[in-house]
């Protein structure tokens, strides 16, 4: 999606005046010898690579401003445009890096906000299924969390949002995929301690219903009968129309036993408990 930010640096600037090349009239010129073209210049090219979604040699256009004319405002602008090219070029690293190397010379900038975003989405487009390792997903959810807190009230801390909720989303999935593979083993307390993670933390994903209608499967497969009910009630209390809080309360009652009372203070205590 094409920011504002993007929009406002992208606006194209004056034609810059073409300086006649005498070089050749006596018998050629060193190219190493030959001045820097114009940061206007370069900026212009760099725009009109990106408006034909040329977007490696947009980003090549603007790292050879920051390269020519280092510390200017067109290298400050051109280094956030960088970073926005790599990101369309799908080449997250190098978006990652010329991020973070605005950030570090422009922490105050206005285009902070969208420089800490760009991180974070392209950290979070690199994101795994849920069978692999997730650690891009918790750095994503690190640099996103920081956007939503640093600029609340930007664009950027709404799309960080959107993106926060998938990430956790998918390290709850992880956790439920680790979970039962011990649960297929009947390695019940390994089982447990994964189901309790995403309670604790993973509370609004919506893996919560099956997390607590497996902790009451393993309790009372380990007959461990009060964590069980406990779960049970847990479960009851905050998805009562849940098909997992009917199996669950199935399975307790064909033991004839029911979820403990689902009321008041002892459900803020329950949960504490399952979640401690």
Request: hydrophobic residues 40%; contains cysteine.
């Given at each position: 999606?094409l920011?504002a930010?993007v929009?406002?640096?992208?606006?194209?600037?004056?034609?810059?005046?073409?300086?006649?090349n005498f070089?050749?009239?006596?018998?050629?010129t060193?190219s190493a010898?030959?001045?820097?073209?114009p940061?206007?210049?370069?900026?212009?090219?760099g725009?009109a690579?990106?408006?034909r979604?040329?977007w490696?040699?947009?980003?090549?256009?603007?790292?050879?401003i920051?390269?020519?004319h280092?510390?200017?405002?067109?290298?400050?602008?051109?280094l956030?445009?960088?970073a926005?090219?790599?990101?369309e070029?799908?080449d997250?690293?190098?978006?990652?890096n010329?991020?973070?190397r605005f950030l570090?010379?422009?922490p105050?900038?206005p285009d902070?906000?969208y420089?800490?975003?760009?991180q974070g989405?392209a950290?979070?487009?690199?994101?795994?299924?849920?069978?692999?390792?997730?650690?891009r997903?918790?750095r994503?959810l690190?640099?996103?969390d920081e956007?939503?807190r640093k600029?609340?009230?930007?664009e950027?801390?709404?799309a960080?949002?959107r993106?926060?909720?998938?990430?956790r989303?998918?390290?709850?999935?992880r956790e439920?995929?680790?979970a039962?593979?011990?649960?297929?083993?009947?390695q019940f307390?390994?089982?447990i301690?994964?189901y309790?993670?995403?309670?604790s933390?993973f509370q609004?994903?919506?893996h919560?219903?099956?997390a607590?209608?497996?902790?009451?499967e393993?309790?009372?497969a380990?007959?461990?009968?009060?964590?069980a009910?406990t779960?049970?009630a847990?479960?009851?209390?905050?998805?009562?129309?849940?098909?997992?809080y009917k199996?669950s309360y199935?399975l307790?009652?064909?033991?004839?036993?029911?979820p403990?009372e689902d009321t008041g203070?002892?459900i803020?205590?329950a949960?504490?408990?399952?979640?401690g």
């Amino acid at each position: 999606m094409l920011m504002a930010t993007v929009a406002a640096l992208a606006a194209p600037l004056g034609a810059c005046a073409n300086t006649p090349n005498f070089g050749n009239l006596f018998g050629g010129t060193d190219s190493a010898s030959l001045p820097d073209e114009p940061a206007e210049k370069l900026y212009n090219e760099g725009i009109a690579l990106q408006n034909r979604r040329d977007w490696r040699r947009a980003a090549l256009k603007f790292m050879e401003i920051d390269r020519t004319h280092p510390y200017t405002e067109w290298a400050k602008r051109a280094l956030i445009m960088a970073a926005y090219s790599f990101y369309e070029s799908q080449d997250y690293e190098e978006t990652i890096n010329q991020s973070r190397r605005f950030l570090q010379l422009h922490p105050g900038a206005p285009d902070a906000a969208y420089a800490q975003y760009l991180q974070g989405a392209a950290l979070y487009d690199q994101i795994p299924d849920v069978q692999r390792d997730q650690t891009r997903t918790e750095r994503a959810l690190v640099i996103l969390d920081e956007v939503t807190r640093k600029w609340p009230q930007s664009e950027y801390a709404i799309a960080a949002r959107r993106k926060i909720e998938v990430a956790r989303d998918q390290l709850a999935g992880r956790e439920m995929t680790v979970a039962k593979y011990y649960l297929e083993r009947r390695q019940f307390t390994g089982a447990i301690n994964r189901y309790r993670t995403v309670v604790s933390q993973f509370q609004t994903t919506r893996h919560i219903e099956e997390a607590l209608a497996r902790l009451v499967e393993c309790y009372m497969a380990l007959g461990i009968v009060n964590e069980a009910q406990t779960a049970a009630a847990v479960l009851g209390h905050n998805f009562p129309d849940s098909q997992w809080y009917k199996d669950s309360y199935a399975l307790i009652q064909g033991q004839g036993l029911t979820p403990r009372e689902d009321t008041g203070s002892w459900i803020s205590r329950a949960f504490r408990r399952i979640t401690g």
